[in-house]
Each structure stands twice: as structure tokens, then as C-alpha cells.
């Protein structure tokens, strides 16, 4: 059998990950550039926190690191992974202005959100809950009256929080912080009654102090918290291979053996909401 050149040329070509479609966006960056960056949340454990060793890790970080395999898979190389800190005020800003690829973290997914930023299909859901001192009774005798409630700025935990106030009639003071860190300093010092954000978040921040028991996170929720990953608006190309790799890791049940890692020793056990969740992200290939 003869074979041309030619014709062998282009079987490699058509055969390359890479060549099987024209890199756009995102994708094209990460093969020019050789990098990818993920941007996570330093102290917002266990969706992504800085551990013992200084390497970022995490729930989120875990699903990130297998999204990196799918750009890698694609573009058919190996590429270098760089992880780049972000705050609640200026994450996606770091996306606009390409300081970061992909926003690893807990971030919650809504309409007026999508406005600047796109999101994957959802990671996780939670809902915002309150955390205190153990011995501090204050909530429990007078509600939410006459309270010091500490939130972090910039977040929807502040949003949902400012309404429920209000439309509670309740007398609370709000105080900002910038950070998970400085709330948590702030109730320890007994500066606010009380820390609000996710309850998977709070969980997790009481798990790492030195004294978990020193901290009560309330049972009840008040809102709704669908996570998501974030990425740069009208990156199709990008997003489609970071929703393919969610989608695998639900219907392969990789998801769960994360979940027990990160969040299980919180929770004991999975909520129903969340296996539903999983059920309804399985998208087919």
C-alpha cells in the first residue's frame, strides 16, 4: 500500500485535539500562554482555603484541578497551574480584567451576576445561616434584636441579610468586614453577636479553629445559595469543557468521594437537596 505524504499531514491534523476545532477565548490564551489561573478564596473553607502547607485546597479546588485535566485533554498538552488570591470584592473584576481564568470558590450563581460574568453548571448548594459564641444566649432569648451581626461586604449573604431586616422590622446593626478572618476575630473578641455567610462556609471555618466547640453554627438558613463557578462572559468554548468535566464527575459518582473529603465531616451526612443537585447537573455527553 502506498502511502503520500500529503494525505498523512492531514490525518494528524484532523486526529489533534486541538485542531478538531479552532481554539477561541479562554482556550486559545491557555495554549499560547502554556498557563491557566484559577482564582479561589483564601480562608472560605472548604469550598477553597490555604492548608496546613500553604497550597490552596478545598472542595471547589478539587473540581477545579479536574477541569485543568479537561483543558489539558483538549488542547492535547500539559499546561501550568497558577493560583491567584482573590477577595469577595474584587473576584470578578479579576476576571474582566484577565487576571484569573476560572473563579474557584463559594460563589453563589445569580441573574444580576450574569451580567458581568458567565457561570458553570452548579457545584453546590447551601444557604445562609448565623454563627456565635457558644456561650453567647443573646439570639436565642431576643432574636435578632438589638444584635451585632457581622457579614462579610460585598457579598449576597450582606443582600439577603439587609432584607430580611428589614422586612422583619427587626432591630439589628449589620457591620462589614472584608473578610471571613476578620469576622471570625470579631465574634471571638465578642465585637458582634454574630457571623453570617453560607452554612457550608461557617461549618467549615468552625472545623479549623483550634476549639471547634467554641463556636455554634445555627441549623436554620434564610436564603437560597446556588455555587457556581465563574468564568468570562460569552466564553462558550471555555465554559462547554468546564461543564463537561462537572458533568462527568456527577455521573461517574466522583462528586461524592470530594464531598466526603471536604464537607462530610461537617454535615455526617449529605443533604437531599444536594444529591438532587448532582441528579439534575448529570448532563449526557
Excluded at 500562554?33 to 485546597?57: H, K, W
Excluded at 458582634?192 to 468552625?206: C, K, M, N, P, T
Excluded at 462572559?233 to 464527575?249: T, Y
Aim: charged share 25%; proline share 4%; hydrophobic share 40%.
Amino acid at each position: 500500500m502506498r502511502f503520500f505524504p500529503g494525505l498523512i499531514v492531514l490525518i494528524v491534523l484532523l486526529t489533534s485535539p486541538a485542531a478538531a476545532q479552532e481554539l477561541t477565548g479562554t482556550m486559545q490564551q491557555i495554549d499560547q500562554t502554556g498557563q491557566i489561573r484559577l482564582g479561589y478564596r483564601v480562608a472560605e473553607p472548604p469550598m477553597s482555603f490555604v492548608d496546613q502547607d500553604n497550597n490552596p485546597a478545598g472542595y471547589t479546588i478539587d473540581i477545579c484541578k479536574g477541569i485543568v485535566a479537561g483543558v489539558e485533554e483538549q488542547i492535547g498538552r500539559d499546561v501550568k497551574v497558577e493560583y491567584v488570591p482573590v477577595t469577595a470584592d474584587d473576584r470578578f473584576n479579576a476576571l474582566g480584567e484577565n487576571k484569573i481564568d476560572i473563579l474557584c470558590g463559594s460563589t453563589t450563581k445569580t441573574l444580576s451576576r450574569s451580567e458581568i460574568v458567565d457561570f458553570t453548571q452548579l457545584t453546590f448548594v447551601t444557604g445562609a445561616s448565623l454563627m456565635t459564641l457558644k456561650d453567647n444566649k443573646k439570639l436565642d432569648a431576643t432574636g435578632f434584636d438589638g444584635t451585632r451581626i457581622g457579614v462579610v461586604k460585598s457579598t449576597t449573604t450582606e443582600v439577603v441579610l439587609r432584607h430580611l431586616i428589614q422586612d422583619t422590622a427587626t432591630n439589628a446593626e449589620i457591620v462589614l468586614f472584608d473578610s471571613a478572618q476578620e469576622s471570625i476575630a470579631a465574634l471571638r473578641a465578642k465585637k458582634i453577636d454574630a457571623f453570617s455567610s453560607d452554612q457550608v462556609v461557617l461549618l467549615g471555618l468552625a472545623l479549623k479553629e483550634d476549639d471547634p466547640t467554641t463556636f455554634v453554627v445555627k441549623s436554620e438558613v434564610f436564603s437560597f445559595e446556588p455555587f457556581a463557578l465563574a468564568v468570562r462572559r460569552n466564553d462558550a468554548d471555555f465554559r462547554l469543557v468546564a461543564d463537561r468535566v462537572i458533568s462527568e464527575i456527577y455521573r461517574s459518582g466522583k462528586i461524592f468521594a470530594i464531598y466526603d473529603r471536604w464537607i462530610g465531616k461537617c454535615t455526617r451526612k449529605r443533604l437531599p437537596v444536594f444529591d438532587a443537585m448532582v441528579q439534575i447537573n448529570a448532563t449526557p455527553e
